[in-house]
């Protein structure tokens, strides 16, 4: 993109959100990165009321996100806004990035969720992106696993054939097995798919429910399990079911 239109977007981006048009969403630009010369003017420009955070791409390391924090550190001084004010997504997008996820996460308390680019990974993995996601599914383990390890929400990449909502929703079946909590999206059309699998479902959340009320009332009995159609009710599915509801409220109380 052109510089000039670089400043177009800014502009544009800064007017939107001003305007009012997303207050009921968490809005994070996808600013440039460090080595593009155009980082500070979109941080600069960006950093307003309304603005939750911002997606930094070509994480490499934690030293990336360490100095992007500090750029948003000494705005926010500048602004007068209270020093942790915006958010950091890194984007995951290369191969030294998926082995440094873990690092890349701990990097700055900033750092609320870390996303997938496969596009630009498989490029530089110099792999082949097949219709079966195989080239993608061990990358997209290891960075849901670093995100869960160190407490931040791994978003899975786009799904880029948009007009294949069948391929679409095989993926997504695959990221949710895999601990991804969203996805990047291109188009509105995907949204229904998305919302679908990484929502709880009516049966999930009753699941839940029933799960920790009959855990509850066997710790009430002095009895050591509990048991829900036949299975065994255990501490990690009782932190799984706890997990379901509070996804549940924070979904129907729009409290990301």
Do not use: W
């Amino acid at each position: 993109m052109p510089a000039s239109n670089k400043q177009i977007a800014r502009d544009m981006v800064k007017e939107k959100v001003s305007s009012g048009l997303f207050r009921d969403f968490k809005v994070f630009p996808r600013v440039n990165d460090r080595e593009s010369g155009h980082c500070l003017k979109d941080v600069y420009t960006l950093t307003i009321e309304g603005v939750t955070g911002f997606v930094y791409p070509k994480a490499m390391r934690g030293e990336d996100i360490y100095f992007f924090d500090k750029l948003l550190e000494t705005i926010e001084y500048e602004k007068n806004f209270p020093v942790g004010t915006f958010k950091i997504v890194p984007l995951i997008e290369t191969t030294a990035a998926v082995l440094n996820a873990q690092e890349i996460c701990l990097s700055s308390n900033r750092v609320i969720a870390i996303a997938f680019g496969c596009e630009d990974f498989v490029a530089d993995v110099e792999g082949v992106h097949d219709p079966e996601g195989r080239s993608l599914q061990v990358p997209r383990a290891m960075i849901a696993m670093a995100a869960r390890a160190t407490g931040v929400i791994p978003i899975d990449t786009v799904h880029i054939n948009v007009h294949n909502l069948e391929e679409l929703e095989i993926n997504v079946k695959l990221a949710r097995i895999l601990g991804f909590e969203g996805m990047l999206i291109l188009h509105p059309k995907e949204l229904e798919i998305a919302h679908k699998y990484f929502s709880p479902n009516e049966k999930e959340v009753e699941d839940a429910r029933e799960m920790l009320r009959l855990s509850e009332e066997a710790e009430k009995m002095d009895k050591g399990v509990a048991v829900l159609n036949g299975k065994f009710i255990g501490p990690p599915m009782v932190l799984q079911a706890k997990k379901i509801l509070e996804q549940d409220r924070r979904i129907k109380q729009k409290n990301f």
